[in-house]
């Protein structure tokens, strides 16, 4: 059975880093690609990073570019999510999310197939 472990989240203030890692029970995580997502209170689940099996590729949402790097780990079987100049509007629980979908990129969320229980991100203004 597939497992997704978060960690990393908390409170942080305006324009800090956060480093969110996610582990992840499975033999051949090397063939999923991995994404991150999120959702805010009173929101829908959002894309937020995604990264390709190889770790070759990574796509993000607007919202972030420029501010989140994903990455992953094939020895360790654990995809990061590097936060910097963070905002109160990114204020979340944040979910790492595995596919095999060749439409991972999309961030579209029935393309994944196994989501992690998520770890909170708070950023105070």
């Known amino acids: 059975q597939v497992q997704l472990v978060e960690s990393g989240g908390g409170l942080v203030q305006t324009g800090g880093s956060l480093r969110l890692s996610c582990a992840a029970s499975i033999h051949t995580f090397r063939r999923y690609a991995m994404g991150w997502f999120r959702q805010a209170p009173g929101k829908e689940r959002e894309f937020v990073a995604a990264?390709?099996?190889?770790?070759?590729?990574?796509y993000y949402a607007d919202s972030v570019k420029g501010r989140f790097t994903i990455s992953r780990d094939n020895a360790k079987g654990t995809v990061y999510l590097q936060m910097n100049s963070l905002k109160p509007e990114d204020t979340a629980v944040y979910y790492c999310a595995a596919s095999t979908s060749g439409s991972y990129y999309s961030g579209v969320i029935s393309v994944y197939d196994y989501w992690g229980q998520g770890t909170q991100v708070t950023v105070s203004s």
């Open positions: 990264i390709s099996w190889s770790g070759s590729s990574t």
